[in-house]
């Protein structure tokens, strides 16, 4: 089976746009083409314009889930803003932005890269193909299930991690990874890190296959090492997919969830807390509507600002790329 | 043979970092199968002695585990289906009618499936309360399948974008409509992109939590996601018990990556590159 998918973003959409493709002539028989949006419209409105109204039409308000919401205007946001736990469970999400994104992408693009050029060649793309797989793995866990294997692991009396350090002479290591406060944090971003690795690995793995062989081949025979040809080759012709990957996985940390909820319920005291926890635990179980409902528009704001400048770096990226050699399959 | 020798510790350094990503499955696969004395008496690292299945089987009858197979597979089935049927009626109007205003149609499409379900998970539990949906597996569906869709109906409009108009053209001057043109010519022509989404719908779905989370309370409606989840949560389960429940998680998820490996690897790079 084979899929081949043209990059569209922002540049096809320009392109096909400028299309002179029988303009005017065919304008009725194309207009009626908007009766196949018909039943998507429907459903988009029902589940997500008009949900998304209603939260955010609430976060101006005061309400408790029962009776009338009450207009308090920006109270919400401003006391959002005296808020340490809120302004905390940011700050945690930034670390999530570490562990979920920075971290993932640039070791992603060593694997990758190394995937590619040393394994891939001299030891034949199944060797590739095969740990690629295992790196992967992870990411097609339920994130729920994924927190139950680490919470597990990280036990304190008697988990595995533990056992391993006591196993190779390393006791004094031990900790309680998940309730110790001051590093609870720490450990939720190295499960993170595990969880997320494969997905930008394949995604550049992907990416490379579309890279000119001859253009490695060249710069091996002027003698650039590997450090140059992957600086100067692969993080050059991969930059959209660097991109791509930034932006979803960053979107992907800031609503970091399941992990949390599974792995620490946001404690101890606090310390793994996170704005789509912090929204959770506001609308249902401290029946805060109003104000749940502020922290998760604040926390999309932030998202569709993310998106919008992954968008355009993306974009850019494309089109700057798109110039010298373009194929692209 | 100088180059070949240090090329070496990379494939080295490489399996082994390969290896510590699966390890964790292992330390699962392992633990699974130990009684709780042996489990007490060794600890987590030991080899087992032998199969002791009645850990997992307990556990399975526990939670009603095939239930919640069911309810996974029937939702995430169900959403696969549908929300791959409403991309490509969206993605038809958009990538082969070229309807006037489809950037911001678009546009409006990639913003609905960056959104935190955060900023609609109160509104959707409270709307289907409303309605009567709350606590059924068919608001989960309908939820979803609009979710989905908004990720299909990106990566499809660009594909069908694409499509060669000559054969679309031939077919309406042999005087088929539209819906014909869609239905015998569009759909079996993408077939293969159809596929990675529809696999992909079906995986997302069935890993998807917050949502189903919240609307599905009862436990007869509970997926195998939040049924482990919850469970988990609630700290009430041995270690031996976490294993069972962590194997009978993990399994499905295995099951799936075997038989979908190519179109996994293939699809994501797709679906990334849009």
Redesign the interface.
């Known amino acids: 089976m084979t899929v081949t998918v043209e990059p569209a973003g922002g540049r096809r959409r320009g392109r096909s746009a400028n299309s002179p493709h029988r303009k005017g002539a065919s304008r009725h028989h194309r207009d009626s083409y908007a009766l196949f949006l018909l039943p998507g419209a429907l459903a988009f409105l029902a589940v997500i314009v008009v949900p998304f109204l209603m939260n955010t039409g609430v976060s101006f308000t005061d309400w408790r889930g029962v009776g009338s919401p009450e207009w308090s205007g920006l109270a919400n946001y401003r006391e959002l803003m005296d808020d340490s736990e809120f302004w905390a469970s940011f700050r945690h999400s930034l670390f999530m932005v570490v562990a979920m994104a920075a971290v993932p992408t640039a070791v992603g693009l060593v694997l990758a890269a190394a995937l590619f050029d040393y394994v891939g060649k001299h030891f034949g793309s199944r060797w590739a193909a095969v740990l690629r797989a295992c790196f992967y793995l992870p990411q097609v866990l339920p994130i729920a299930v994924a927190g139950i294997v680490w919470s597990w692991i990280l036990a304190p009396d008697n988990g595995s991690l533990n056992e391993l350090l006591k196993a190779v002479g390393l006791g004094s290591w031990q900790q309680d990874w998940l309730g110790d406060p001051d590093i609870a944090l720490y450990s939720v971003m190295g499960v993170m890190v595990w969880v997320q690795l494969g997905f930008p690995l394949v995604v550049f793995m992907a990416g490379l296959q579309r890279v000119d062989p001859q253009l490695y081949e060249a710069a091996e025979l002027d003698g650039a090492g590997w450090w140059r040809r992957f600086r100067h080759i692969t993080l050059a012709q991969i930059r959209p997919e660097i991109y791509v990957v930034l932006t979803w996985c960053t979107i992907a940390a800031l609503k970091v969830f399941g992990a949390v909820y599974v792995l620490t319920k946001g404690g101890p005291g606090g310390a793994t807390n996170v704005p789509s926890y912090f929204s959770f635990t506001t609308f249902f179980e401290k029946t805060q509507v109003g104000y749940g409902a502020a922290v998760s528009t604040v926390l999309t704001v932030i998202i569709l600002a993310v998106s919008l400048i992954g968008l355009k770096l993306q974009t850019r990226a494309e089109d700057a790329e798109d110039s010298p050699t373009g194929v692209r399959t | 043979m100088r180059t ?1 020798l240090r ?1 070496y510790p ?2 080295i350094a ?2 082994l ?3 510590f ?2 390890v ?2 292992v ?2 696969a392992v633990n699974a199968v130990k009684s709780p004395a042996e489990y ?1 008496a060794n ?3 030991s080899l087992p002695e032998g199969l002791y299945l009645d850990g997992v089987k307990d556990f399975w009858e526990r939670v009603d585990f095939g239930q919640k197979l069911l309810n996974s597979a029937l939702i995430s089935g169900s959403v696969a289906v549908l929300a791959v049927a ?1 991309s490509v ?2 993605a ?3 990538g ?5 205003g489809r ?1 911001w ?2 546009a ?5 499936n ?14 289907s309360k409303e309605v009567g949906l709350y606590d059924t597996r068919l608001s989960v569906i ?2 979803f ?3 989905q ?2 990720f299909g ?1 990106y ?1 499809l ?3 069908l ?2 499509f060669p ?1 000559e054969i679309i053209e031939a077919a309406r001057i042999d005087g088929a409509n ?1 819906w014909q043109v ?1 239905w015998r010519i569009v759909v079996p022509v993408s077939r ?2 159809l ?2 989404l529809l696999v992909f719908f079906f ?1 997302w779905t ?2 998807e ?2 949502l189903p ?2 609307m599905l309370i009862s436990n007869d409606n509970q997926t ?3 049924a ?2 919850v469970l ?2 609630q700290r009430l389960m041995d ?1 031996t018990m ?2 069972a ?2 194997l009978l ?2 399994l499905p ?2 099951v ?2 075997l038989v979908f ?10 679906g ?3």
Do not use: C
């Open positions: 070949a090329r990379v494939l490489l399996v970092a390969a290896l990503m699966v964790p499955f330390f699962v007490s600890g987590p690292l409403l009626l969206n038809y109007a958009i082969i009618g070229r309807v006037r950037t149609v678009l409006f499409f990639v913003l609905a960056m959104l935190p379900q955060e900023a609609l998970v109160y509104p959707v539990y409270y709307l309908i939820v399948t609009v979710i869709a908004a109906t990566l409009s660009s594909v974008g694409q108009r539209k869609l293969p992109t596929g990675v995986i069935w890993n939590f917050l989370l919240v195998v996601s939040v482990l989840g988990q949560g270690a976490t294993n429940a962590a998680g993990v998820a295995l799936f990556f490996q190519r179109t996994l690897t293939r699809g994501i790079a797709v990334a590159v849009k």
